[in-house]
Nanobody, 120 residues
Framework: QVQLVESGGGSVQAGGSLRLSCATS????????AGWFRQPPGKEREWVAI???????NYATSVKGRFTISRDNAKNTLYLEMNSLKPEDTFMYFC??????????????WGRGTQVTVSS
């Protein structure tokens, strides 16, 4: 059974940092694309950072230079280091895994999310 479980969210002040983790099981983590998404209220989830199986990464323009995605294939875990957080980073954050890259909104495996709240 495939499982993705996010953790590490919380409330921080603007300029602060958080590190999200996504513990996975039930599939060969190293062989799948993985990514972090966030969902604005009333809108579709949008990708934030992508980790490709070949080690390359990609970032949404809004987070480039502030967020870093990484993966530990030995621990089957995906991470998102979030620095210089802004109030507009306040969202529920989800991790996803898929054979396609970036992971599809429909068809990928998803975690249940972790809330990040940034106060000014």
């Amino acid at each position: 059974q495939v499982q993705l479980v996010e953790s590490g969210g919380g409330s921080v002040q603007a300029g602060g940092s958080l590190r999200l983790s996504c513990a996975t099981s039930g599939y060969r983590f190293s062989e799948f694309c993985a990514g972090w998404f966030r969902q604005p209220p009333g809108k579709e989830r949008e990708w934030v950072a992508i980790s490709y199986t070949n080690g390359s990464t990609n970032y949404a323009t809004s987070v480039k230079g502030r967020f870093t995605i990484s993966r530990d294939n030995a621990k089957n875990t995906l991470y998102l280091e979030m620095n210089s957080l802004k109030p507009e980073d306040t969202f529920m954050y989800f991790c996803a895994a898929d054979v396609f890259c970036p992971p599809r909104i429909v068809g990928a495996w998803w975690g249940r999310g972790t809330q990040v709240t940034v106060s000014s």
